[in-house]
């Protein structure tokens, strides 16, 4: 302590005060800090601003109820199978390509249209591929399928105008299944299809497509058994499909070589 002026205060004289009350001590260091501008409490530990007081208990978070899971939508039937009344399906060609683009029976719908078969009856080769191209809208394989195809009728002499090009299903489907499609009927009407058609040859180009006809066919092009229908022989061949030829210039190859054998090593040419 700072005695006043002119007095003095002696170590004994200080030893001999009691230390003030221990208020006054604290009222005293507050003032010090506060001349010193310090007028806020800090402290080193994190402090979160949005607790609730520690008076208050903190409001509980009502959880909501499980939401009752939504009805599921009544599905669409399944199409009654093409075959169930053959009666219906047209018996000339012109009546058919109106019914393939308008018949309920032959599908559910879907993101594409139905494309129309194309070429004239008693067609010099029928051409079946298993579906439209994705792009198809007007015409029947109007993509990179059919400027193939095109190109290999070049190659094999054959004008685009004695070609029956004809599709297995109406409409393109991206993720086809094959065995739903064998069930619902379609080699049936392929087969009636073919009546109509009536041409001189058949080739399919597609490995689905044979064994909905009751013909097996290996991983190569293979001369079928000949196409017989209502009293009717038809030479008739398989292979791969389009889109698989155009991605392997050895398929491109062994279809070809099949082709010639089918065409002219056996000795029937048209």
């Known amino acids: 302590m700072i005695a006043a002026a002119g007095q003095v205060k002696t170590a004994a004289e200080m030893a001999e005060r009691p230390p003030p009350p221990l208020a006054d001590q604290l009222a005293a260091a507050f003032d010090w800090w506060r001349e010193a501008g310090v007028d806020c409490d800090f402290a080193e530990d994190a402090t979160d601003w949005l607790a609730p007081p520690e008076d208050e208990a903190p409001k509980a978070v009502p959880i909501p109820a499980a939401a009752a899971p939504a009805p599921l939508a009544p599905q669409a039937e399944a199409p009654p199978k ?83 090009l004809a599709s297995l299903l109406p409409r393109h489907d991206p993720a086809p299944d094959w065995t739903a499609i064998g069930s619902a009927g379609f080699g049936p009407l392929l087969a009636h299809h073919v009546g109509l058609v009536a041409p001189q040859r058949i080739l399919f180009l597609g490995r689905n497509i044979p064994p909905l006809l009751r013909h097996d066919m290996a991983q190569r092009p293979a001369i079928l058994p000949e196409f017989n229908h209502e009293g009717r022989s038809i030479p008739a061949m398989g292979a791969g499909g389009l889109a698989d030829m155009r991605r392997s210039a050895k398929r491109r190859e062994r279809f070809w070589r099949c082709w010639l054998d089918w065409t002219y090593g056996d000795g029937r040419t048209d």
């Open 82 to 164: 093409i075959d169930a009344d053959r009666s219906a399906w047209p018996t000339n060609l012109a009546a058919f390509r109106e019914w393939w683009l308008t018949a309920d029976t032959i599908d559910r719908g879907g993101a594409f249209p139905r494309v129309a078969p194309i070429g004239p009856a008693g067609a010099a080769l029928m051409i079946v591929v298993n579906q439209p191209e994705e792009g198809d809208r007007e015409s029947l394989l109007s993509g990179p399928d059919g400027a193939l195809l095109q190109g290999f009728l070049r190659a094999a002499g054959i004008a685009a105008d004695a070609v029956y």
